[in-house]
């Protein structure tokens, strides 16, 4: 069965400051890892994704994430937040090629003070 | 269109009255899911469509619980004899194989 954890419910971070957030997951072959942001009133938008190659993933809006693979991790950091940023993110794991039966973890909300 | 579009964007009702929530994926999109969307959790999956038919089904609740894609582009789900447990957004998502998942701003149901 796959999962994903994100020990994270809620971050507040300055605006300007760097910011990391968490995403285990547990997955019984290689995972094909998402991360999706989701601002009040929105769809759920793809940030980046992660299928093979370099572990370093570069997505839209300066975010980027890492795939661990000896850590089942696939943290997201962004260097410097704006206040735009503030919305709630979610990290997925999904058996990859053309099935997008994806598992969500419960999402981490990021607040952006002034 | 543009983007997924779900209809109704807000659906309340009452326990036990039957409801369908529409969505129109993006034009030329072959694959087609539902998930659902508790308050405080992530989107939890309910359906799968590749063309016409149900290629997994498996996140259905109970039975309940129904979509159909009749004619490969927009797809009703359907919910029989609600329940105060199915409040929740429902939302629907496409993907035309490159690699990512493009969802609607979901329907919010509030089952009174």
């Known amino acids: 069965a796959q999962s994903v954890t994100q020990p994270d419910i809620h971050i507040t971070v300055s605006e300007g400051a760097s910011l990391e957030l968490r995403c285990n997951y547990s997955y019984g072959a290689t995972p094909y890892l998402f991360w999706y942001v989701q601002s009040p009133g929105q769809g759920l938008q793809l940030l980046l994704k992660y299928f093979s190659g370099d572990t370093l993933v570069q997505g839209i809006k300066g975010f980027e994430a890492e795939f661990k693979r000896s850590q089942s991790s696939f943290n997201l950091r962004k260097p410097s937040v704006h206040w735009s940023d503030a919305a709630e993110y979610f990290c997925?794991?999904?058996?990859?090629?053309?099935?997008?039966?994806?598992?969500f973890g419960a999402g981490t909300t990021v607040t952006v003070r002034a | 269109g543009a983007g997924v579009s779900q209809t109704p964007s807000n659906k309340v009702t009452e326990k036990g009255k039957y409801v369908e929530l529409r969505c129109d994926p993006i034009?030329?999109?072959?694959?087609l899911y539902w998930y659902r969307q508790s308050l405080g959790q992530g989107p939890e999956f309910l359906i799968y469509?590749?063309?016409?038919?149900?290629?997994?089904d498996s996140g259905l609740p109970n039975d309940r619980f129904f979509a159909v894609r009749p004619e490969g582009s927009v797809s009703t789900l359907k919910i029989q004899r609600t329940e105060r447990g199915d409040s929740a957004v429902y939302l629907c998502a496409s993907s035309g194989g490159a690699g990512e998942l493009f969802f609607g701003e979901g329907s919010r149901l509030t089952v009174l």
């Open positions: 034009s030329g999109h072959t694959a």
């Open positions: 997925a794991v999904g058996p990859g090629g053309n099935d997008y039966k994806l598992s």
């Open positions: 469509f590749q063309g016409t038919g149900a290629a997994d």
